[in-house]
């Protein structure tokens, strides 16, 4: 089963890669005055922030969905979680400029954790 998981995260690593290409070029579309270096970090933090630990969190249910459904739903869990967390670890006086970098972690390896689990 574990190396059935690898496989599909190394599948699904094309996935992230084009839909990040994708999205970088509709970046350079739209906001074409921008340096390519802006634009980069902007669509990396996107992803940082959002996709990844939203995908981590669904690989749980890799079996019941598919690609498409775990990123979408991953996305607004993700912007979920992470908005209630970094709330709530501000009220315990973590500094905001580690949420950046803290919270997306955790999320991503909780999510690993429980589909290693699985």
């Known amino acids: 089963m574990k190396k059935e998981a690898f496989e599909t995260l190394k599948k699904e690593l094309t996935y992230f890669v084009t839909l990040f290409l994708l999205v970088f070029v509709i970046f350079k579309i739209a906001f074409f005055k921008e340096s390519l270096?802006?634009?980069l970090r902007i669509v990396f933090s996107l992803f940082w922030l959002f996709a990844?630990?939203?995908?981590?969190?669904?690989?749980?249910?890799?079996?019941?969905?598919?690609?498409?459904e775990?990123?979408?739903?991953?996305?607004?869990?993700?912007?979920?979680?992470?908005?209630?967390?970094?709330?709530?670890?501000?009220?315990m006086g973590l500094n905001i400029k580690y949420h950046l970098?803290?919270?997306?972690?955790?999320?991503?390896?909780f999510g690993l954790a429980i589909g290693w689990r699985k």
Not at 52 to 68: A, D, R
Not at 70 to 91: D, E, K, N
């Open 37 to 39: 270096v802006v634009l």
């Open 101 to 109: 970098i803290l919270l997306p972690l955790m999320l991503i390896f």
């Open 70 to 91: 775990r990123f979408v739903i991953g996305i607004v869990l993700s912007a979920a979680v992470i908005g209630i967390f970094s709330y709530y670890i501000a009220l």
């Open 52 to 68: 990844l630990p939203g995908y981590f969190i669904m690989f749980y249910w890799n079996e019941k969905l598919n690609f498409t």
